[in-house]
């Protein structure tokens, strides 16, 4: 047992306590963070005076090489220490002697650890943002592919009319992009550096907090000392937004799987992203896809955590805090993990045009265009809605589509059926009428994905 304090103690910590309070086997992955925040603020303490200059100079020299140890597995952070900032302190204060017991001067670990987290969490916000865009840039690439493979669209899982592959994941495309955008917001919000706050109200030292964020790349100092402290709200936020990347990602799998499904056979996923079964040969599971969506609860879970942990907290530092890293750590592992391996399978699926084609024809998908063409013959679309609903009926009693009725057929329904309409209830004309913004037709997908490229353009 390491620890960094004990003057006020006579007895020694009972071992299970140790153990339970204990948060090094988790937090070392701060160490980096740590020996750059430590840096900063010994730099900032010999600045102000408060260290002399070759105090300084031992205690930078002192982190560097700790961290290069770390780094080259020189050195391993073990669990004889309580956290990863004790590890660090002892470490230094074994290299370089007294200089290394002066680094803790006007600081406290309430705020040394959240700034490590901060830094920690920056960090993951800019990795998985990458991770995003890199999906992001696959889907505009299949949309480009797409733009005329024709397949159902539907509601309520029923056929309902029919648009184009790349209009489906248009609409992923959109959803991954606010993630983007969200995770981009979080970080405009976070990065603020609560370094200096001490304990939980600042210090009488004359600690320059200013310098130290502009050092460590924040935008500027926290406001409040104790909100410092005890803000984790980014945290927090963190978690909402990784939560509604796997959501859409856990829906878009679940379509892969349906679509996948032997009833539908639309797609085929790569070898590379399927497995087996140890019992039945002709299994190919989509099981990554399934996984994806598995994990979605996790991430729901570690929201849910540390919301529930945040909300009977008194200010200011409470050590139920530090019950945020290891379900947060897991989370950015798991987005990470998940986007990474969704976007290896969706770019390797390949697609089975025709029974994607003859899935959207089927299904009766053109009956609104089939109302719309009464309309447009002048018969109002309530009236036109009633008569193809009948026509419906028909086909369904017959066995066929629509399109396969004779015109005499048609004209029994309604006389203002004219040849004329096994056209404008063609699958392509059904699909390529539909030019509003937004709409599957070519010509609004083109400025679509148009917007789609812009958007990638300006994602930096
Ligand atoms: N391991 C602690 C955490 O993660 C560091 C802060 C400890 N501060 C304290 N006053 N016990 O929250």
């Known amino acids: 047992m390491a620890q960094l304090w004990g003057g006020r103690f006579t007895k020694e910590t009972d071992r299970l306590v140790y153990a339970f309070n204990a948060s090094v086997s988790f937090d070392r992955k701060l160490y980096r963070q740590d020996i750059r925040g430590s840096k900063a603020h010994a730099a900032m303490l010999s600045k102000q005076g408060i260290i002399s200059a070759e105090e300084e100079k031992a205690i930078q ?10 780094e080259e597995g020189r050195i391993e952070i073990t669990d004889e220490y309580e956290d990863i900032h004790s590890f660090v302190e002892a470490n230094l204060i074994d290299r370089i002697g007294d200089a290394g017991k002066k680094l803790h001067t006007g600081r406290s670990r309430n705020d040394q650890v959240a700034l490590d987290m901060r830094m920690y969490t920056r960090d993951e916000i800019v990795e998985t943002k990458s991770i995003v865009l890199k999906l992001l840039t696959t889907l505009a690439d299949m949309m480009d592919k797409h733009i ?79 909100d410092s402290v005890s803000d984790r709200d980014y945290l927090i936020e963190y978690l909402s937004a990784a939560a509604m990347i796997m959501m859409h990602l856990s829906r878009f799998c679940e379509e892969i799987i ?18 087996g079964s140890s ?54 592992d798991t987005v990470k ?65 629509i399109d396969e009725l004779t015109i005499e057929e048609l004209k029994d329904i309604c006389p203002k059926f004219d040849e004329d309409v096994y056209e404008a209830i063609s699958l392509k004309t059904c699909v390529e009428k539909r030019l509003t913004k937004g709409a599957p037709g070519h010509d609004a997908m083109t400025e679509e994905i148009k917007a789609c490229r812009a958007f990638l353009e300006s994602a930096v």
Not at 61 to 70: A, F, M, N, V, Y
Not at 157 to 168: C, S
Not at 258 to 275: G, L, M, P, V
């Open 61 to 70: 020299e002192g982190l560097s090489s700790i961290l290069k140890d770390i």
């Open 148 to 226: 005329d493979t024709y397949m159902p669209g539907f509601t309520h899982l029923q056929k309902a009319q029919p648009v184009t592959l790349a209009h489906h994941i248009g609409a992923y495309f959109e959803m991954f992009k606010r993630d983007w955008l969200r995770l981009s917001d979080i970080y405009e919000r976070m990065n603020y550096c609560p370094l200096g706050a001490g304990a939980l109200a600042g210090t009488t030292y004359p600690l320059d907090r200013d310098y130290t964020a502009s050092e460590l790349d924040f935008y500027g100092p926290t406001l409040n000392s104790m």
């Open 258 to 275: 349906i679509w996948n499904s032997n009833e539908y056979r639309y797609i085929e996923i790569d070898d590379a992203y399927s497995t």
């Open 337 to 401: 993990g998940c986007l990474a391996l969704f976007e290896g399978m969706v770019s390797t699926i390949s697609f089975n045009k025709e029974i994607m084609a003859a899935s959207a024809m089927n299904g009766f998908t053109n009956a609104t265009d089939a109302a719309d063409y009464l309309v447009l013959k002048g018969v109002p679309f309530r009236d036109a809605h009633g008569i193809i609903g009948r026509l419906v009926l028909y086909c369904i009693d017959k066995g066929c589509s």
């Open 279 to 332: 019992i039945m040969p002709q299994k190919k599971n989509p099981d990554i896809a399934e996984l994806i969506r598995g994990k979605t609860g996790r991430v729901y879970g570690a929201l849910m955590s540390l919301l529930t942990t945040m909300k009977g907290i008194p200010l200011a530092y409470n050590k139920d805090m530090q019950e945020d890293k290891e379900l947060v750590f897991d989370a950015m």
